[in-house]
């Protein structure tokens, strides 16, 4: 069974930054992705960036040159390096894994962004 835990959520000021991280545990092999999405209050669950098994890179446009995704492969951790916040970046941030064919989620990271 696939265990994912996020942290590094919190209250930010408009501009500032803040990184997120998610500590998978168990078999996550073969593992075919991973990423970050974030539900905002009354939205839908919307993808923030996407990391391939080869390391390509995908983000959402309104976090492109703002958010930055990596991950440590031998310490089996992802993490979501967000610069610039915005008010409207406030959600649940979520993280998965995709493991051949299931998809595995975290239980998710409250992210406000408020002055």
């Known amino acids: 069974q696939v265990r994912l835990v996020e942290s590094g959520g919190g209250l930010v000021q408009p501009g500032g930054s803040l990184r997120l991280s998610c500590a998978a545990s168990?078999?996550?092999?073969?593992?075919?992705?991973m990423g970050w999405y974030r539900r905002a209050p009354g939205k839908q669950r919307d993808v923030v960036a996407i990391i391939s098994r080869s390391g390509s890179t995908n983000y959402a446009d309104s976090e492109k040159g703002r958010f930055t995704i990596s991950r440590d492969s031998a310490k089996n951790t992802m993490y979501l390096q967000m610069n610039s916040l915005r008010p409207e970046d406030t959600a649940v941030y979520y993280c998965?894994?995709?493991?051949?064919?299931?998809?595995?989620w975290g239980q998710g990271t409250q992210v406000t962004v408020s002055s």
């Open positions: 998965y894994v995709r493991v051949l064919n299931t998809d595995y």
């Open positions: 168990g078999n996550i092999f073969p593992l075919y992705g």
